[in-house]
């Protein structure tokens, strides 16, 4: 086609693609910079036991400001990390930047159970992982369980040797592992059966409809039940409606996160969050 259009719209085509493969070098070049410089930061999640709406623990979520476009999504620059090698990088960051913090809290008497970190299958290539992992942990003085490291489906459709090695690793030193955004992905009952976790977090695109159509009410039960067989904690994200928490807990959701108790925050806005969530639930008995 751009042939028979002459040379000029040649030249025209890859001057577009040059400029489109430039904008992309500059956005991996700030990524690297970015992570070699503190330019990310965790914001964290409060994650809530339905029962009696005490904190179980904290999710850290990746944000990226640069400097020039402003804030850019992690569904935009992990994907990026993932392509340029960055990844392992960045999943080693987030543990040791999560585990620092959550010491932190604690050394100023905040009561922060667990943090879960997301990490993408390319992390758990690393067969060191587990050794960074217990060397993080010791060094902030944290206890395996003080940590939880979610996974997605996609981590078993990786056939990489070293995966279920690293992840094996990890669980026998006493780390959580959840299986993250469940049900979206397929095949997810044999991956059940394969990884040693401790968690499913039921995936919110099943949560925002629970309200209005009883199908996705059936699959979150569904959800619910076969995590309660496998004796795992259930997890439901993306609670944005009084009435879809109210449905999740009668269907036996130990744990709900979402808009409804809290976006993601910076951690000395998560600390603000926490002493008036406490004070509330003091008042209301
Ligand atoms: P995820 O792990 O499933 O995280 C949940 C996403 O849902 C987060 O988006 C969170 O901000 C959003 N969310 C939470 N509650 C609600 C709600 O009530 N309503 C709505 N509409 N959304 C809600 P976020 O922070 O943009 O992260 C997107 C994804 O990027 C994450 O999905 C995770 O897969 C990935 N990600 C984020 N941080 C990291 C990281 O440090 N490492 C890796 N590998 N992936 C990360
Ligand atoms: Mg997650
Ligand atoms: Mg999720
Ligand atoms: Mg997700």
Same mark, same amino acid.
């Given at each position: 086609?751009?042939?028979?259009?002459?040379?000029?719209?040649?030249?025209?085509?890859?001057?577009?693609?040059?400029?489109?493969?430039?904008?992309?070098?500059?956005?991996?070049?700030?990524?690297?910079?970015?992570?070699?410089?503190?330019?990310?930061?965790?914001?964290?999640?409060?994650?809530?036991?339905?029962?009696?709406?005490?904190?179980?623990?904290?999710?850290?979520?990746?944000?990226?400001?640069?400097?020039?476009?402003?804030?850019?999504?992690?569904?935009?620059?992990?994907?990026?990390?993932?392509?340029?090698?960055?990844?392992?990088?960045?999943?080693?960051?987030?543990?040791?930047?999560?585990?620092?913090?959550?010491?932190?809290?604690?050394?100023?008497?905040?009561?922060?159970?667990?943090?879960? !970190? =997301? #990490?993408?299958?390319? $992390? %758990?290539?690393?067969?060191?992982?587990?050794?960074?992992?217990?060397?993080? *942990?010791?060094? @902030?003085?944290?206890?395996?369980?003080?940590?939880?490291?979610?996974?997605?489906?996609?981590?078993?459709?990786?056939?990489?040797?070293?995966?279920?090695?690293?992840?094996?690793?990890?669980?026998?030193?006493? !780390? =959580? #592992?959840?299986?993250? $955004? %469940?049900?979206?992905?397929?095949?997810?009952?044999?991956?059940?059966?394969? *990884?040693?976790? @401790?968690?499913?977090?039921?995936?919110?695109?099943?949560?925002?409809?629970?309200?209005?159509?009883?199908?996705?009410?059936?699959?979150?039960?569904?959800?619910?039940?076969?995590?309660?067989?496998?004796?795992?904690?259930?997890?439901?994200?993306?609670?944005?409606?009084?009435?879809?928490?109210?449905?999740?807990?009668?269907?036996?959701?130990?744990?709900?996160?979402?808009?409804?108790?809290?976006?993601?925050?910076?951690?000395?806005?998560?600390?603000?969050?926490?002493?008036?969530?406490?004070?509330?639930?003091?008042?209301?008995?």
């Amino acid at each position: 086609q751009a042939k028979s259009m002459g040379r000029g719209h040649v030249s025209y085509f890859s001057h577009e693609l040059n400029e489109q493969a430039q904008q992309r070098m500059a956005l991996e070049n700030a990524l690297r910079d970015a992570l070699d410089n503190g330019g990310l930061q965790l914001h964290y999640q409060p994650q809530i036991n339905l029962a009696d709406g005490s904190l179980y623990g904290v999710e850290a979520l990746a944000r990226w400001q640069h400097p020039e476009l402003g804030s850019i999504p992690p569904t935009r620059f992990i994907p990026l990390a993932e392509e340029c090698g960055l990844i392992g990088q960045l999943g080693h960051w987030a543990v040791q930047e999560a585990c620092r913090q959550l010491a932190a809290w604690r050394r100023q008497g905040l009561q922060v159970p667990a943090v879960s !970190v =997301n #990490l993408s299958p390319s $992390d %758990f290539h690393n067969l060191e992982l587990p050794q960074q992992i217990a060397h993080t *942990l010791q060094h @902030h003085q944290l206890q395996p369980q003080d940590l939880t490291l979610e996974i997605t489906e996609s981590v078993l459709m990786d056939t990489h040797p070293s995966t279920l090695t690293t992840l094996d690793a990890i669980h026998s030193q006493g !780390v =959580n #592992l959840a299986m993250d $955004d %469940f049900g979206t992905g397929y095949s997810s009952l044999s991956y059940l059966r394969r *990884l040693p976790i @401790h968690e499913l977090k039921l995936d919110r695109s099943f949560v925002s409809d629970l309200e209005s159509d009883a199908t996705a009410r059936a699959l979150s039960e569904a959800v619910m039940r076969i995590g309660e067989s496998l004796r795992l904690i259930v997890v439901a994200e993306g609670i944005e409606e009084e009435g879809q928490q109210q449905i999740l807990r009668q269907q036996g959701y130990q744990v709900g996160q979402g808009y409804l108790f809290s976006r993601p925050v910076p951690a000395a806005e998560l600390q603000q969050w926490l002493q008036q969530w406490r004070a509330a639930a003091a008042r209301h008995g």
